[in-house]
């Protein structure tokens, strides 16, 4: 079966956009990085693939403005050069327009360091210790017109420490970002991801066994008089 081709839309470092371009390295990864666009020239990211022999392409929005149309015109006409049929977002800090995630609906992923629903949009990081959560984590999702509201197709959580600073948490949590984007793209090239009700149903995924326990309980010897 042929390779998917992936565009990967960055505007900084592309360290996403990196774990994808190694997992894809793999011969029976079902997707290839067919391109990765930047809308800021001096993004990180473009020479991190370019190193990586990736076609890059820059599409600056600030010539078109406040026309975010116009720019995702020109966006899309680099996707249809590069023959892309899977999107994924990999940091890329633009608010497309609802035409643009509709006409990519079911095919445009993105990363988020929370455990969606909680904690979307700005700061996640910031508002899960303002919260005072035991664990938070990632998650890969279909983008919809709505703010990280999609379609779950994976995520990984990740303790969260009494000491953590907003830089903390945000480096572990980008461990496991590494390793479920990739799982979540292979899932999707391999067509095993259905959205049914607005939920994603994962053929032959395999149900988490056990419990994740934070903080974990530690067993104590039972005194005279006490309970186990």
């Not at 991190?48 to 010539?63: N, Y």
């Amino acid at each position: 079966m042929a390779k998917k081709r992936v565009a990967v839309l960055i505007s900084g470092r592309g360290s996403n956009m990196a774990s994808l371009i190694e997992a894809a390295k793999e011969h029976t990864y079902p997707a290839e990085i067919a391109v990765v666009v930047s809308n800021q020239p001096d993004a990180p990211g473009l020479a991190r693939a370019q190193a990586q022999a990736i076609p890059t392409a820059l599409v600056d929005h600030r010539p078109h403005g406040k026309d975010r149309a116009g720019f995702e015109r020109t966006l899309q006409a680099v996707l249809d050069a590069h023959g892309v049929e899977l999107v994924c977002l990999g940091g890329f800090m633009r608010l497309l327009t609802p035409q643009f995630v509709l006409h990519w609906q079911g095919r445009m992923l993105n990363i988020h360091p929370s455990l969606l629903p909680s904690f979307p949009g700005l700061d996640p990081h910031g508002q899960a210790l303002k919260a005072g959560v035991k664990i938070s984590g990632a998650t890969v999702h279909f983008v919809v017109p709505e703010t990280d509201a999609g379609p779950i197709i994976a995520q990984a959580a990740v303790p969260v420490r009494d000491d953590d600073s907003a830089e903390t948490l945000a480096a572990r949590v980008l461990e496991v970002e590494h390793r479920i984007y990739p799982l979540a793209l292979r899932l999707v090239a391999e067509g095993r991801v259905k959205i049914l009700g607005g939920r994603c149903l994962v053929e032959g995924a395999h149900p988490a066994q056990g419990a994740l326990l934070v903080p974990e309980a530690e067993r104590r010897q039972a005194g005279t008089g006490g309970r186990e």
